[in-house]
């Protein structure tokens, strides 16, 4: 599916000659599955007619400020609110003066200065008006304020002359703005995230171990959910019955201790490192190399305290982004906090566990809590929670 699937995209034309241009960058942006708008300014239509533009969009075309019938339907506020993304093409030197200026007088300026979407300009005017300082200080005006500025390319002009000038073409703003949407959907792209799932298994003997419930399941579906969020992922796991998600780097591993060593020779390279795993607190103190036989009524085993992965990685690492997730059985919240600080973590998932919820299970219900925030989600399906929880770490992550 295309990035621009669905999305709303106002595009802004002012009166320049490439305005013939514009048509076709609609056309292309409609068929890859956008809602276009478009907003011209009086001198535009003098280029190209608001009835070619309604015609490739389906949606009138709005012209006016003060217009009675636009504003009772889609008015100025309404198109800056329903624009995920605005492109003024193109955009001449008058116009960028005017936004420069934060001027309102027309409606297309008005939608400039009363939307929070991102705002992009395709700049397309003569070259010496181009070079005028006076256009220059304007775009640098733009550019501080996050409005983000395509061309102009360089080439023959409609007036005869050569330089920089003319407008982008249509393709190459088309792949602009789907550019735009990609790394929207992609905040994690060129991060790694490191995520440790399942159990761990602890010898016993060669046929014996001790472990836990842990199906994995909730792992694999974070690997999942950030590989979709253009991470790379590496997974760290222990012995379950789950395919890795495609794209996503799987380590195999047994007990609690070969996943610590892993787990901190992998955190090097990560920017994000996630403990779901279910890790045995305790493993056998000595390790029998036959199977133990039935000589005795009863036998003990000593055992030995696990290292905490997270807690080594957390410490070692203090710039990584370490999230914790903690299975309780009472007071919830009271533990999952102390874990945040004790382990030092950025971020720690509690989830509620008893008889059929938590563990093995298709389904969780969690507690999303860092310093200075917490999200309650409700029981879902772990893949849907493994989605809403990667958004908000993602967040997190790229607000820290
Ligand atoms: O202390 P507790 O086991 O409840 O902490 C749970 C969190 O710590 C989980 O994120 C789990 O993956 C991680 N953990 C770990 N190594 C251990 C024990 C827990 O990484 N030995």
Redesign the pocket.
Known sequence: MSDLNNKQILIGISGGIAAYKTAELVRLLIKKGANVRVCMTKAAVKFITPLTLQALTGNPVATDLLDPEAEAAMGHIELARWADLIMIAPATADLIARIAGGHADDLLTTICLATEAPLHIAPAMNRVMWDNPATQENCKNLQQRNITLHGPANGEQACGETGAGRMLEALELAKIIEAEFASQAKPLAGKTVLI?AGPTREAIDPVRFISNRSSGKMGYAIAKAAKELGANVTLISGPVALEAPEGVHRELVES?KE??RE?LKQAKSADIF????????YSPANVANQKIKKTEDKFSLALNY????????SHAFPDLFS??????TEDLIK?AQG?LKR?KLDM??ANPVGKDQGFDQDTNQVEVIWQGGHISLPEKDKAELAVEIMSIVSQQFNDK
């Open positions: 440790t609690a996943m610590h787990t996630i403990a779901t795993a279910a890790v045995s607190d696990n290292p905490d992965i997270l807690f080594d990685v999230v914790g997730f903690a299975a309780e533990h874990k382990k720690i998932v």
